[in-house]
C-alpha cells in the first residue's frame, strides 16, 4: 500500500516515480532537514523503511562460495504517490526552499504537497 496522505506534518514530499531509496540517501535526506528545521523551531518525519538488505563479498574474494555475508546496507522500494517526508513549522516559502534542497538528494523526482485536503504546490 501507498502513503498518500500527510499524517503528521503540514507539509510533505510525495514521490511522482518508482525507484530505489538507499541508506546513505536516507541519511542525508534527515541530516539536511535536522540542520535547516532545527532553527526554525520545525519537526519532520520520514516514512521510508529499508528492509531490501544488500551483501558484499570481500574485495579479494574469489569466485563462486555463496553471497557473502557482510551487510552493506539495505534499499526501499519507492512507489509513486508515497509521502517520503512529512515536516511543520514553517511557511509556504521556506517548505518550498526545503523540498528544493531535498529534491536534489533523492533519486527520485518529487513534489510537494500541503495539509488542506492533500493540494500539490507548483
Known amino acids: ?3 498518500k496522505s500527510l499524517l503528521l506534518g503540514k507539509f510533505g514530499v510525495l514521490s511522482t516515480e518508482a525507484g530505489l531509496l538507499t ?3 536516507k541519511e542525508a535526506v534527515r541530516l539536511s532537514m535536522g540542520r535547516k528545521l532545527k532553527p526554525m523551531g520545525g519537526r519532520f518525519w520520514i516514512h521510508i523503511n529499508h528492509f531490501i538488505p544488500l551483501t558484499r563479498k570481500a574485495k579479494g574474494a574469489r569466485m563462486g562460495k555463496g553471497k557473502g555475508a557482510a551487510l ?3 534499499k526501499a522500494p519507492v512507489r509513486p504517490g508515497t509521502v517520503i517526508i512529512e515536516f511543520s513549522g514553517v511557511d509556504e516559502l521556506e517548505a518550498k526552499a526545503l523540498h528544493s534542497s531535498i529534491t536534489k538528494k533523492l533519486p527520485v523526482k518529487t513534489r ?3 495539509n488542506k485536503f492533500n493540494e500539490a504546490i507548483v
Do not use: V
Request: aromatic residues 0%; without cysteine; hydrophobic residues 25%.
Open 72 to 74: 552493506t546496507g539495505g
Open 112 to 114: 510537494l504537497i500541503t
Open 23 to 25: 541508506n546513505a540517501q
Open 1 to 3: 500500500t501507498t502513503n
